[in-house]
């Protein structure tokens, strides 16, 4: 069956940076797009950025352009999403998503919470 | 402040129908970008509804149906049940953003 695996949850200092994965299984790893989407504690969904795994190509939120970079990881068919600089807003849970703008995210990872605090 | 506007919160009884709207702009819903539509029960992730404005992937019950015209979508809820009682989200892209966006989300809470 098809599943997002997404690493485990992270607690880092303000500056500090992150690198979550999000490894695919159960259908062809390059035919599809992945998303990244997060949730702050109590809030709605925020868009992060995505990565065509084919071209490698990617598009980033405009307000994370400059922290924020997606690769990835043909041989393991695994996604990273790598933020920077952490802030403590950006304190959320983070998930991956299978798809583009077109198409809809139709499978999710687990998500990872990601906690910055001093 | 979302760039698609959806109602903080609906309400229904078991067996009505429901609609939640997005309403956007004509960069996003106005410029021809379709609307996906996301259903998020608490601590978990959000399921794909809708996708394309108005079609349901598979094992999504046709109790679940999506419009869309001009700047507007809505999502269509009928024969309500206990187990709707969720966050519903609608997405699309922008292109002044050059990027995806979510409304802010509508609660719906079955009566």
């Known amino acids: 069956q098809i599943q997002l695996v997404q690493s485990g949850g992270e607690v880092k200092k303000p500056g500090a940076s992150v690198q979550i994965s999000c490894k695919a299984s159960?259908?062809?790893?390059?035919?599809?797009?992945i998303s990244w989407v997060r949730q702050a504690p109590g809030q709605g969904l925020e868009w992060v950025g995505w990565?065509?795994?084919?071209?490698?190509?990617?598009n980033y939120a405009r307000r994370l352009q400059g922290r924020v970079t997606m690769t990835t990881d043909r041989s393991t068919d695994t996604v990273y999403m790598e933020l920077r600089t952490l802030r403590s807003d950006d304190t959320a849970v983070y998930y991956c998503?299978?798809?583009?703008?077109?198409?809809?995210?139709?499978?999710w990872g687990q998500g990872t919470l990601v906690t910055v605090s001093s | 402040q979302s760039v698609l506007t959806q109602p903080p919160s609906v309400s229904g009884a078991p067996g009505q129908r429901v609609t939640i709207s997005c309403t956007g702009s004509s960069s996003n819903l106005g410029a021809g970008y379709d609307v996906h539509w996301y259903q998020q029960l608490p601590g978990t992730a959000p399921k794909l509804l809708i996708s394309r404005s108005t079609n349901r992937p598979s094992g999504v019950p046709d109790r679940f149906s999506g419009s869309k015209s001009g700047t507007s979508a809505s999502l269509a809820i009928t024969g309500l049940q206990a187990e709707d009682e969720a966050d519903y989200y609608c997405q699309s892209y922008d292109s002044s953003l050059s990027g995806v966006v979510f409304g802010g989300g509508t609660k719906l809470t079955v009566l």
């Open positions: 159960g259908y062809t790893f390059s035919s599809y797009d």
């Open positions: 998503g299978r798809g583009g703008y077109m198409t809809g995210y139709d499978y």
């Open positions: 990565i065509s795994v084919y071209s490698g190509k990617t």
